[in-house]
Each structure stands twice: as structure tokens, then as C-alpha cells.
């Protein structure tokens, strides 16, 4: 499994586009009650340091398969920040592995470059 930085248009393209199906915003909430996101305001959210957004391959592959996210980020000091994370399948195939891919988003090895 890889974690991808949404660093491009068409990865960003594809994010949004499984960020705005209903069976998936409805159950999130990026603050103030957002919860159905554009291209443009997943890419402006992704420079802003509230928010950190990696979309996710299989275990063998390049392909994302989806999208996992830690919102609502409060503190500065980056070993103290927390946030409230959550992850997105969209292939039948990636589901069942959210925790995992949840932890490797905390892990230190992120937090750094973030």
C-alpha cells in the first residue's frame, strides 16, 4: 500500500469525485457542517493545515483505490496535533483495511512531512 499526496488535478479529480457520492459525505464532516467537497475546495483544503488527504492503493499496485483523510486538525505543534480520521474504499477489494491505512497516515513518518 502506498499513501499518494493529492498533488495532482486528475488525483484530485478522482478524490472529489468519491467524496461527493452521498453514501460517502453523509458521513463526514470537514467543519462547519461541510460535508460535500469540489475539486477546487478539495485543493485548496489540501493546503491548508487543518486538513491532510492521502489517497491510497491496494497492497500490490499504483492504482488509488481510495482516499483517507485526518480532519478537523487542531494544535501546532506537530508531535501534539490531533484530528479526527476517517478513510473512503472505492473498490469492493480495499475495504476491511481502514484502521490500518488510518495508522500509517498518524504514523511519525507522515506527521513529518506534513
Not at 35 to 50: A, D, Y
Not at 57 to 77: E, F, M, Q, R, Y
Request: charged fraction near 20%; aromatic fraction near 8%.
Amino acid at each position: 500500500m502506498k499513501l499518494l499526496p493529492l498533488d495532482s488535478p486528475e488525483l484530485i479529480e478522482l478524490v472529489a469525485g468519491w467524496l461527493g457520492k452521498a453514501d460517502n459525505y453523509k458521513w463526514l464532516d470537514f467543519g462547519n457542517g461541510v460535508q460535500m467537497v469540489s475539486p477546487v475546495t478539495l485543493k485548496i483544503m489540501t493546503q491548508r493545515n487543518i486538513h491532510l488527504f492521502r489517497a491510497y492503493t491496494a497492497d500490490h499496485g499504483d492504482v488509488p483505490v481510495g482516499v483517507v483523510g485526518l480532519t478537523n486538525v487542531i494544535g501546532t505543534s506537530r508531535p501534539l496535533r490531533s484530528g479526527r480520521s476517517w478513510a473512503i474504499s472505492a473498490m469492493a477489494a480495499a475495504r476491511g483495511k481502514r484502521r490500518r491505512r488510518c495508522s500509517r497516515l498518524a504514523s511519525p513518518s507522515w506527521a513529518c512531512t506534513w
